[in-house]
């Protein structure tokens, strides 16, 4: 079992930046890979970011809406992974949730993720 608790979230005027933890329980966080995702209202989750294991080394991905302004970064140590958001956007407004699963790298649907945090809202102003 993995129990996952988000932080970070809030109000940023556009151009801004925020930066989103997560931290996990559990004894088995390296095992995991680890991902980001986000809901806006009346729209679906949607994929943000993940970061995975392939054999060789840990593997990022990114959608195509925040490639080059998030980056996420795990601390296997502190049983952590990180968002940080860049050159936010008002489109970036959502409720961002962390997710864990044993997930091949470059997945990016929600349904292989088996735990979830209850999320962190992020609001970007115009």
């Known amino acids: 079992q993995v129990h996952l608790v988000e932080s970070g979230g809030g109000l940023v005027q556009a151009g801004g930046s925020l930066r989103l933890s997560c931290a996990a329980s559990?004894?088995?966080?390296?095992?995991?890979?680890m991902g980001w995702f986000r809901q806006a209202p009346g729209k679906e989750r949607e994929f943000v970011a993940a970061?995975?294991?392939?054999?060789?080394?840990?593997?990022?991905s990114y959608s195509d809406s925040v490639k080059g302004r998030f980056t996420i970064s795990r601390d296997n140590a502190k049983n952590t992974v990180y968002l940080q958001m860049n050159s936010l956007k008002p489109e970036d407004t959502a409720v961002y949730y962390c997710?864990?699963?044993?997930?091949?790298?470059?997945?990016?649907?929600?349904?292989?993720?088996?735990?979830w945090g209850q999320g962190t809202q992020v609001t970007v102003s115009s």
């Open positions: 970061v995975s294991w392939t054999a060789i080394s840990w593997s990022t």
């Open positions: 559990g004894r088995t966080f390296s095992s995991y890979s």
């Open positions: 997710a864990a699963g044993v997930v091949t790298a470059g997945v990016v649907t929600a349904g292989p993720y088996h735990y």
